[in-house]
């Protein structure tokens, strides 16, 4: 496995509640127990009702960031979970935000961010590299 | 084409300058400066030092949110813009952060959010599903 410094998970919620996603407090509610159920230490939050609707929401947590972002007009909910230290436990967030929006239908995706192919010497699997590029 | 709510472009800023990556200042201007040029209106922003070293930002925006986490200690940075509004300028932004960040090695993903490939009747391009799904 590539070492890497950030997991970051990309969800796109559909059919979801368009109540729940009309709703600021809802959400803002929903992201904070999502952040503390996955483990996540909150630094700072902002949450943002848009006319005529739309939620968008921000979690600074000291492990990287969440957000959110709905159309409710289409049932619709952009999720991203960055975090750089693996005892968060994104697949926790996950569940609450499901459950909270009534999601029907889900896809995630999952990247590794900053993992330093080409410099190996940043990384701790440096010799395997090394071994490679000698062979 | 498929029709997309948002566009995500997430950036990977290798070979940077480590002390721009450690100012949290420095960051926090850039990162307005980027939003100005790209035609984002701001909501608001947060940006935080972590220590010993690492700076975290948000910048909600009307159309979504750019956000940045800096490893000086790998002098890497890794940016996200998320917009929902075309008229939104992407690349001027990645200049704007690139050339402060004094990066020297970049990669670029770009990704539609929200595109809606089962659920037709929700977006502009209904007719055009349908012909298909009836020829």
Same mark, same amino acid.
């Given at each position: 496995?590539?070492?890497?410094?950030?997991?970051?998970?990309?969800?796109?919620?559909?059919?979801?509640?368009? @109540?729940?996603?009309?709703?600021?407090?809802?959400?803002?509610?929903?992201?904070?127990?999502?952040?503390?159920?996955?483990?996540?230490?909150?630094?700072?939050?902002?949450?943002?009702?848009?006319?005529?609707? &739309?939620?968008? &929401?921000? /979690?600074?947590?000291?492990?990287?960031?969440?957000?959110?972002?709905?159309?409710?007009?289409?049932?619709?909910? +952009?999720?991203?979970?960055?975090?750089?230290?693996?005892? /968060?436990? &994104?697949?926790?967030?996950?569940? /609450?935000?499901?459950? +909270?929006?009534?999601?029907?239908?889900?896809?995630?995706?999952?990247?590794?961010? &900053?993992?330093?192919?080409?410099? +190996?010497?940043?990384? @701790?699997?440096?010799?395997?590299? /090394? @071994?490679?590029?000698? +062979?």
């Amino acid at each position: 496995m590539r070492e890497a410094l950030g997991i970051h998970i990309l969800i796109e919620f559909y059919e979801c509640d368009p @109540e729940t996603l009309k709703s600021v407090n809802n959400i803002e509610k929903t992201f904070l127990k999502a952040a503390d159920e996955a483990g996540a230490k909150v630094v700072t939050s902002n949450f943002h009702q848009f006319q005529p609707y &739309g939620v968008s &929401g921000v /979690v600074v947590i000291e492990e990287s960031h969440f957000t959110i972002h709905t159309w409710p007009e289409h049932n619709y909910a +952009a999720v991203d979970l960055f975090y750089c230290d693996p005892s /968060v436990d &994104g697949d926790k967030a996950i569940k /609450v935000i499901k459950d +909270a929006l009534k999601s029907k239908n889900f896809s995630t995706m999952e990247l590794k961010r &900053g993992t330093f192919v080409s410099y +190996a010497d940043t990384v @701790e699997n440096k010799e395997q590299f /090394v @071994e490679k590029e000698t +062979a």
